[in-house]
């Protein structure tokens, strides 16, 4: 019995020394405003990285300093833009044009108009179109 009682004893103290460290989680309500400033403020960081990674490009910075933008001044700028107008420039990065300029695409737009025109029969530009006229 005494072998016994060392063995229990023994797995008991060993139960207790991993409890020991543990402590309870004390949850508690966190408001809707909270979590949504949280992932405002995380989103801000985000877009200030990915502007500010732009900003760095050898092709960017190269582009900048010929029109007489310091980098340096361009970094401070960007990093006292508040949250909102990172996340509005980030966008307006996001969805310029990446030439700055669309010339190709509105030439091929013509090209395409002026071959279903003459093929409809409307007018006669390109001498390699049949009319359906």
Do not use: W
């Amino acid at each position: 019995m005494t072998r016994t009682r060392k063995a229990l004893a023994f797995t008991v103290a060993l139960a207790l020394s991993h409890t020991a460290g543990l402590q309870a989680a004390h949850a508690g309500m966190i408001t809707t405003d909270a979590v949504a400033a949280q992932a405002t403020q995380a989103e801000a960081q985000s877009r200030r990285a990915a502007v500010l990674a732009t900003l760095n490009r050898a092709d960017v910075a190269q582009a900048l300093a010929a029109k007489g933008v310091d980098m340096d001044a361009a970094r401070a700028r960007v990093a006292s833009l508040s949250d909102a107008e990172v996340v509005a420039l980030a966008d307006q990065l996001d969805h310029a044009p990446a030439g700055a300029s669309d010339v190709l695409g509105v030439i091929v737009f013509i090209f395409l108009v002026l071959l279903v025109t003459d093929i409809l029969g409307l007018t006669k530009v390109f001498p390699f179109t049949r009319s359906i006229r």
